[in-house]
């Protein structure tokens, strides 16, 4: 079974706090990926990987930034939080042939509240 | 942009009995993918059902089905028998060639028993 595991399921930072999200996958998947999922909104992507020190931004990479030194990790920064930050942040990996059938698997998300 | 549509916020069904899942997205490629993904309350996101735009016959696992209407851009789903472990938020998405998802914002479907 493929598994995406998230650093943390409930996270609480302050404004203007740098904050680092953490995310393992353990299929040796090409791509990685940062989706904020808000009320009404459904999921919007922030960055992806589609291979070591490599990253592509999303549709709303503003105040967010991504490193990603090893394929199996994924991290998202917030390098100042804001309150307009708090959300659900999900992330997610798959293979790269960029068809259909290569399925996005997920992690359970980390509801992040900034204060 | 490629844009995807849920028209209704939430759903109830009764235990057993079948339910259906709105989706439009607007395109204008002819190769793309669909995708329903759900997320129960424990949050971990699963993918339900995908339908590859070239093919004509509708997907089906299990209990879920599509109703794939391309010329009208809608992808609807189907849930029949439905049991109380249904009980989930449900996203379409779409994808063309590459990368990217597109959801929509979601459907909360209730099931009563």
């Known amino acids: 079974d493929v598994k995406v595991t998230q650093s943390s399921r409930y996270l609480v930072k302050r404004t203007g706090e740098k904050v680092f999200l953490e995310c393992v996958q353990d299929?040796?998947?090409?791509?990685m990926f940062w989706y904020r999922q808000d009320p009404g909104l459904g999921l919007r992507l922030i960055y992806f990987?589609?291979?070591?020190?490599?990253?592509e931004k999303g549709d709303i990479p503003e105040g967010y930034s991504v490193s990603r030194e090893k394929k199996e990790r994924f991290s998202l920064i917030l390098e100042s939080a804001s309150t307009n930050q708090t959300s659900m942040y999900l992330c997610?990996?798959?293979?790269?042939?960029?068809?259909?059938?290569?399925?996005?698997?997920f992690g359970p998300g980390t509801r992040l509240t900034v204060l | 942009a490629q844009t995807v549509t849920q028209s209704q916020p939430e759903m109830s069904v009764q235990e057993a009995e079948t339910v259906t899942l709105s989706c439009t997205y607007d395109t204008s490629e002819s190769d793309y993918y669909l995708f329903w993904y759900k997320q129960p309350p424990s949050r971990q996101m699963i993918l339900v059902i995908r339908?590859?735009?070239?093919?004509?016959q509708n997907a089906t696992e299990n209990r879920f089905s599509v109703n794939f209407q391309k010329a009208a851009k809608s992808f609807s789903l189907k849930i029949s028998d439905s049991q109380l472990g249904d009980a989930a938020m449900y996203f379409c998405a779409y994808k063309e060639y590459g990368n990217k998802l597109v959801f929509g914002a979601g459907t909360i479907l209730r099931v009563k028993s």
């Open positions: 990987s589609y291979d070591v020190k490599m990253k």
């Open positions: 339908q590859e735009a070239y093919k004509q």
């Open positions: 997610a990996s798959s293979y790269r042939t960029g068809g259909g059938t290569d399925t996005q698997y």
């Open positions: 299929m040796d998947h090409e791509n």
